[in-house]
């Protein structure tokens, strides 16, 4: 490749960048705030609508019943209206959802609503990665997932001192202040699904940011990567959900999704757990430590999966470390220990994420791979109905958390053996590194 061409690809590849990933990170922020903030509306909500650990893990997983049975749909309709009016619809739906949230009075307000937030943001995920294709070359797309999904962690930093703060501080008009928190936290979803409309480009063709020889040069490189692929499979809907290794895919994603959601929802009620005169908003300060090294952490490990071109083993190792993690955040009663375990869960199940997603289009065509993304977070989701409940049903039981972190570090070790025995055909891993190849080349 001639300095001409590196200089060309080097800056494209930034103007894609800068265009796209800031914006849907800050979307994505927003969208686990308004599905997570009530984990820390427990802390005050629980006792005003008179919920019980069970019915609060049923508040907290019926989201993914919703996301579950509509994600799918939500995929397919994104394919026919376009990227950028699907997700604008999906930011300014959920916002309004997440406001009105705010405003129920009792334990069916918040079941027919929670589960109306997750028929809403169905699709959103999936989507974001689906589009990132539209943009990036799979030599790219770990370490871009990684920086879209860092927005996770982020959320929970910024969100979990936010949350709190407001429900400390906020009573205006009698109104309590976890109330004030789901309504201040849900409007600017709203805000940013319009500006959604108006600012993200479906295509590379109809980008008027990048010049005519940026737009050549992109597109020619992603339909040389098509080209070059030879070895996928293109399955229609129904073959693809019935794939055995999309199934297989699903599974784990389930499992996963189990352990990592269960402590999630569940954490400011751990940490509370651990001192009694510890304030929401102090409850929510110590909730970003294990979020910041969570977000370093993922990102080191995304890059090095891209930098080594290997996915199964960077998926595999980070689910029995943060197995390891979370058994002995259980059986800690020091908090200081339990944080540090805790930590350590995190960031290994927050660092599994990127090179996960980078297994699907290694068997798929694009079409298909955006079936088959959705299809394994959709059915993937449902562990975050089951992790949640679980943690709840274990300490209704036991009248502590620390047997069910014991029980989801048990799944996570699951979700990690299954991760380490992913068999990719020689062919697969030869053609990603003649794709590679051909594009360095090029």
């Known amino acids: 490749m001639n300095l001409n061409a590196l200089t060309l690809e080097k800056q494209t590849i930034r103007k894609v960048k800068m265009r796209i990933i800031p914006f849907t990170f800050l979307l994505y922020i927003v969208s686990y705030l308004d599905r997570a903030n009530i984990g820390y509306a427990a802390l005050q909500m629980n006792k005003d609508l008179a919920l019980t650990s069970e019915v609060f893990g049923i508040v907290s997983g019926i989201f993914f019943i919703g996301y579950f049975l509509f994600e799918v749909p939500s995929n ?77 962690p982020v959320s929970y930093v910024i969100g979990a001192p936010l949350s709190t703060w407001i429900m400390d501080h906020i009573h205006f008009m009698g109104i309590n202040g976890w109330r004030w928190m789901l309504i201040l936290e849900g409007l600017p979803s709203v805000i940013l699904g319009i500006m959604t409309y108006f600012y993200l480009t479906e295509r590379p063709e109809k980008a008027k940011w990048l010049t005519s020889e940026e ?152 079409s298909s791979a955006a079936v088959a993304i959705a299809s394994i977070n959709s059915f993937g989701n449902l562990g975050g109905f089951v992790g949640p409940y679980a943690l709840g049903l274990i300490k209704g039981i036991t009248g502590s958390t620390k047997g069910g972190l014991i029980f989801l570090s048990a799944l996570l070790f699951i979700s990690f053996i299954m991760t380490l025995f992913i068999r990719l055909e020689k062919k697969q891993k030869q053609t990603l590194q003649e794709s590679e190849s051909l594009t360095k080349h090029a």
């Open 76 to 152: 397919v309709l994104m394919q026919k209206f376009g990227a950028r009016v699907w997700i604008a619809r999906i930011l300014v739906s959920w916002g309004i959802l997440a406001t009105l949230t705010g405003f129920a009075q009792n334990t069916t307000h918040m079941y027919i609503l929670r589960f109306l937030l997750g028929v809403a943001e169905a699709g959103f995920y999936p989507g974001i990665l689906f589009y990132y294709t539209n943009w990036f070359r799979s030599k790219e797309r770990a370490t871009t997932v990684a920086m879209f999904t860092a927005a996770i």
């Open 215 to 366: 737009k050549n040069w992109l597109l020619t490189e992603l339909e040389q990567e098509k080209k070059s692929i030879k070895n996928v499979k293109h399955l229609s809907t129904l073959k693809v959900l019935c794939d055995p290794k999309v199934l297989y895919l699903c599974f784990i994603q389930f499992v996963y999704q189990t352990g990592n959601l269960g402590v999630g929802y569940w954490m400011p009620q751990i940490i509370k757990g651990f001192s009694k005169v510890l304030t929401n908003t102090q409850v929510g300060l110590i909730a970003t430590v294990p979020y910041i090294v969570s977000t370093i952490g993922m990102i080191y490990w995304s890059r090095r999966s891209d930098r080594k071109n290997e996915r199964r083993l960077h998926s595999a190792i980070p689910l029995v470390v943060s197995a390891i993690g979370m058994i002995l955040a259980g059986m800690t009663t020091n908090l200081y220990l339990a944080m540090a375990f805790i930590t350590i869960s995190l960031t290994g199940l927050y660092a599994f994420k990127s090179p996960f997603w980078a297994l699907p289009p290694l068997f798929l065509a694009q």
